[in-house]
Each structure stands twice: as C-alpha cells, then as structure tokens.
C-alpha cells in the first residue's frame, strides 16, 4: 500500500509539471522538466515576500533575579540523602531528622515550547568520570559544555522561570520553615507475604488453625465471577518504587556544606538520590522564595555563613494555656 500511494503521488505530481510546461501565448517556449523541478524546490522559490520563512529569533535566557507570581513554578534540585538523626529545637521539642546533601547541582539543558514543546530544567548531580559513562551521555555533556554529572533530573517549570545552562543550584534554592515534596525509590524488600505488605490480620493462631496462620484467606469467589479481580492484595514483591513525601518541613539549612535537614523520613536508603521541590498543597509565601533561584553576591563568602534555622515563634508551646 505505501509503494503504491507513493507511486500515485510521483505520477500527479508528472502531471502537474507537464500542465504547467505547456506553451501558451504569453510563454511560446517550454521548459524542462528538470528546470521546473529545480525551480520549485530551490531557494529561489523563495523570493517571494509572500512565501519567505521567517525563522523565530534565539531565546535569551539570563541569570538574574525576577519577581514571583503565584501560578510561577520554580525547578526542584537533586539530594543525596544521608541519613537520619533527632535534635531538640529551642523550646524542648524533639524532632526527627532526615538530613539531605545537596552535591553540586548545575543546570545541564534548558527545553523551550519552540524546540521541545515543554518548558523544564535539566539538572545534573555529583560527578563521573567519562569511562562509567556510555557515549550517547558523554556526547550529551559536551554538546551542552556541562560536565560529567552522576544523576540527571528533568522538572517542569514555568517560562518566568527558567535558567541558563551551567546555573549552579546550591542548598539556598529552599529557605527554613518552607514545605518541600521529597521524591525517591524506596527500600526494596524483596517478595514479602499478605501481612507484612497490606497490613493484613491473619488467620487464628488457635482454633483449629493448621498451617495458615500468616496467609491472606480467601482471594475471592465461587463460579460467579469465577476469576480473582485485578489488584487483589495478594503475597508480591515489596518496595523499590518511586514514592513521594509531601509536605515536609525544612528545619535547617547549611550553606557552607550544602546541607538540608528536614523533618520526618523520606523515601530510600542511605547515599540514594532523592529529588527535592516545592511543596504542591502547602505552597510557600512567594515573597519569601528566591525566584528563579538564589544568586549570590559578587562578595558574599558562604563558607563563613552559619547554619539557617526555621523561625519557630517566641510563644513555648508547652508553657501555653489551655
């Protein structure tokens, strides 16, 4: 079928050069067919004003500070987590800690509706060395002048809030008392039974009760439906999928060492990557938020800056009456 409207087209398309090749009384001569051929498919065909192509100019995208609206959408940044720990704040209160390091994040593609149909930041984090890397991604870096990064992450943005390639995205992205979503593979547990993955009662450990005691029961019925529904919880393999965490607080920030304490757990075990950004039901005050990221001062030193602690009011809680 494909030969054969692809012969159909050849041979109206012979037809349409032959009716425009014949002579008339303003052109007495014809002229050949490889004349019209090279004449229509040319630049010279476009000469005409009318049929000019005119080509979108190159998007400037700058580094510099902007104002944020309420329907702006800022890009989430790459972490490694690190582990968890307690601290008490100032008023006695413990408080269960994931701490999150932030290892280099660079803007590694920008994509545009004009190219890519999609407004979104690649980010990159850590480092690799080019021979644990296969070509196809050791020729993406080079071709975006970016080094060698360990893990890739697209977010979605908005126009107003997109970035030049080679920004560098550091711990200050986020700021103390925000809510943040955590993205992350959670830990694999391998093929677990109906209890320990759903939750499930069990059987009676007495009563008659013989070599059932951790099964699921009963998966269904009899000839009506005759089958198990899709999505029955049944015995499976167990974690080692994406989760998210929403509406995690940011404790503390360090900038001179990149790291993050927040609080609560997120997903994955110690040294995987998660991937941090705003949080979408309890969206933080846009005035408080460096849009599209923090730029630093020319001057500024942020190895001599201390740690960032979220505000946490001057009322005790414990001392307050009921």
């Not at 979108?56 to 790459?78: E, F, H, L, V």
């Not at 870096?141 to 080679?166: H, I, M, N, S, W």
């Not at 039974?193 to 029961?217: D, N, T, V, Y």
């Not at 849009?291 to 942020?302: G, H, I, L, V």
């Amino acid at each position: 079928m494909a030969a054969l409207s692809t012969r159909g087209l050849v041979s109206r398309l012979h037809q349409q050069f032959l009716s425009l090749s014949r002579p008339s009384a303003a052109a007495p001569t014809s002229l050949p067919f490889h004349s019209l051929t090279r004449r229509l498919f040319s630049s010279d065909a476009l000469m005409d004003g009318s049929q000019i192509l005119h080509k979108r100019p190159a998007r400037i995208i700058q580094a510099t500070p902007a104002i944020m609206t309420p329907n702006s959408k800022r890009t989430g940044i790459i972490a490694v987590k690190c582990g968890m720990t307690a601290l008490w704040d100032k008023w006695g209160a413990r408080l269960p800690i994931t701490i999150l390091w932030v290892d280099d994040n660079i803007v590694s593609q920008v994509k545009t509706v004009e190219k890519e149909g999609i407004f979104s930041l690649q980010i990159g984090c850590g480092h690799k060395k080019p021979k644990h890397l296969t070509k196809p991604e050791v020729g993406h870096f080079r071709a975006q002048g970016v080094p060698l990064k360990r893990k890739l992450k697209e977010f979605p943005v908005t126009e107003d809030a997109l970035l030049p390639v080679g920004t560098s995205l550091g711990v200050r992205h986020f700021v103390p008392g925000q809510y943040v979503d955590v993205s992350g593979t959670s830990r694999g547990k391998g093929f677990q039974g109906a209890m320990k993955r759903w939750g499930f009662k069990g059987m009676p450990a007495s009563h008659g009760a013989s070599l059932s005691h951790r099964s699921p029961g009963s998966t269904g019925q009899r000839d009506a439906p005759g089958k198990v529904f899709k999505g029955k919880k049944m015995p499976g393999r167990m974690g080692g999928k994406t989760r998210t965490v929403k509406n995690v607080w940011v404790y503390k920030i360090d900038p001179a060492r990149n790291l993050m304490w927040v609080r609560g757990q997120v997903p994955g075990a110690k040294g995987n990557f998660v991937f941090i950004k705003d949080s979408v039901y309890k969206k933080p005050d846009v005035s408080m938020l460096p849009f599209p990221t923090y730029f630093a001062a020319e001057d500024e030193d942020e190895t001599n800056i201390g740690p960032l602690v979220a505000d946490l009011g001057e009322v005790d809680p414990f001392m307050v009456a009921d």
